[in-house]
């Protein structure tokens, strides 16, 4: 039990942190404590957590917080000394990238990370012209506003951001498919070349390689393929946000990028990267971030600390240690599988979304349209069931599950029959 | 020692992190090990650390690393959910602000904290117009490289920035003073009146209460009274960056605005905030981050985790134990006295600067130009004599010393000691 009321709590909280800080649930979640894939509520209940991605090998994993602790009390300080432990994990991290991409800056988060990034691509083409995606969120800086569609901003869409709307082929046959496919890399062909008519060229695409916020969306083959060959044949630059889709969490490839035939010359990192000590990095070519550090006098204080470093290698330590990344992969099968078999049960299921431990189900009414109620209730009900799951989406229909990366079986099994119970009590199996 | 030469260490660090990560020294000193004030490096030769301002309360400070192993132990998660741990902090936090300095912002660094709070007062201002420093840094974002001017970046200073030549009133009489505040203020009304005529009116100025990276210059009386009120009067925000100045370094004051008859609306925090741990923050009004909250879903993934904010909690409550900011004022009244000495007896030493912690010396030439040379020979030289210090400033001939606060009576003699004899071998004494 916690010393206080949540009610209290609450009431302290809007007094410093304001209303406006975001909460889950009509009634929010006081949380005490957490270990592997289970939460502790201020009144001892435990909930299965399918939602957090950033407690990546599993909160409270005594592996990282040895190493941060033992680091704490030797050394934790910037990089403009020489200390081993930053150039350990940098070795170790770049180990999972093909080439050309062997160099890395650390920052702090994933809005950092795009930042740097962005500013690397601006300067590298001189130009300032972004595409992104019509649904999409890079993170929370003035520049990022202004290349932000997925959520609330007050800043307008940046005269130099095209939006795309990615296609996604889910239940399209090939021919459909590729017919969307061609469409929309049409929209593409005009994107890049209003940015020209206006002056600002293109410096990049960034998108997130599983388009997660947007819903999960599956585009066309080849679409991805073509939209980078086309940037690319502007002058702009490939840049992948893996705050999302990277570390494994896909089972089948260690980096989003890896489901296309695709070399992005920016990969940016944050979330899972120290299972939720404040890291992030932009992964690169040689020849781009010694252009940009020439160029500029890049320093970043905490970033790269032996501390950061240290609760990072933890993390990659552990995936390999657990096999973390073949167990996603598995898993992620196993649920896809009984995905799929909810999908034929219940007509509210009009998809199944997503890859290894990133995964959801798309709601609609009977009439076929989004069904974000539908994703609000059963958000609510299985926390009432006991198992934490968010939704996203354009239309916010689509539930958003994605475990801790240490999920056994047996809790998979959990929360799909908490699933089923719940999508049952919404409306009985057809 | 450690297990690999310096050497090598080198070329992996170049190998991954590029050549251009900025490093210090002729010879970069690698550090294995730090406890208090002190470091040592690969080879086990310690040093006094008189440089690092971010390590606050002491390398390695045992409190830090219980308070975050315990933490990471228990639970680390995202502000979505409930959690004590970041309402205490905040609450300890904002009483050590005056009314109606009532409310904060977490995020995970000082270029986070900076780049919110000229988001929060664009947005309240409705204008892009931004007064700096011509000689300061506000972090590494593309919206903070544009109005960088103390280091080299890419980008040029924005259409929306103007940079204020900030007065220095040191060694004048204060009628001279009062000539250079009232004629620095004219320039102040002409950047302003340039900003509104070409249409990008005046969101706020940004600046450290210190003006550190500029030199630790010391504006006349009532000049940054004067800037704050032409501010205000042209409808914008005044936005104390106190990453440097923050946190009672400064001995006499909490926070460096408290040096003049100054409430700023925003209040940027950084660097010592939790011994080294990302984190940051913007200490705001009510009305502002309200207004803020409304317009913009602001969410900051790692910011106000449980183990951010017990970090920074352990940075307070060690503050308060070992009465970290007496001692700052007592000791900072001690070395400022002996940094006299050094003056009266060095022609080399043409002023002393900063106040509490935060302390350097203006080295000049026989001809009273800047002798950056010296600062930099001098650097070196405290490195071979034990102790690390910097140097700043325009004309980087300001040696920039800030040790960690529990620098001990017997540690300040010893750095004292030193700076003389390597400014004797410098120069024969006067």
Known sequence: MSPHSTADLLTRRYATLGEHSPLFYREPLELVRGEGVWLTDATGRTYLDAYNNVPHVGHAHPAVADAVNRQLRTLNLHTRYLNHVVVDYAEALLETFA???????????????????????????????????????????????QLTTGLTVAEPLGDHVRALRIPDAAGLTDAEASVLCASALQEADQAIASLQAAGHGLSAVLFDPLFSTEGLLRPPQGYVEGLAARVRAAGGLVVADEVQSGFGRLGDVMWGHELF???????????????????????????????????????????????????????LRVMDAEQLRPRARQNGEFIAARLEQLAREYPAVASVRGQGLFFGLTLVRPDGSAAPEAARALTERMREAGVLISKIGREDNVLKMRPPMVLERAEAELLLDRLAACLSALEPAA
Request: glycine residues 10%; charged residues 15%.
């Open 261 to 315: 035939d695709l070399s992005p010359e920016l990969v940016t990192l944050g979330k899972p990267m120290g299972n939720g000590h404040p890291v992030g990095g932009v992964v690169t070519t040689a020849e781009l971030l010694d252009e940009f550090g020439r160029r500029n006098m890049y320093f970043n204080t905490f970033a790269g600390s032996p501390v950061s470093s240290a609760a990072a290698h933890a993390v």
């Open 99 to 145: 080439d050309p991409l062997d160099r890395l800056f650390l920052v702090n988060s994933g809005s950092e990370a795009n930042e740097l990034a962005l500013r690397v691509a601006r300067q590298h083409t001189g130009h300032t012209g972004v595409l992104v995606s019509d649904f999409s969120y890079h993170g929370n800086t003035t520049s990022l506003a």
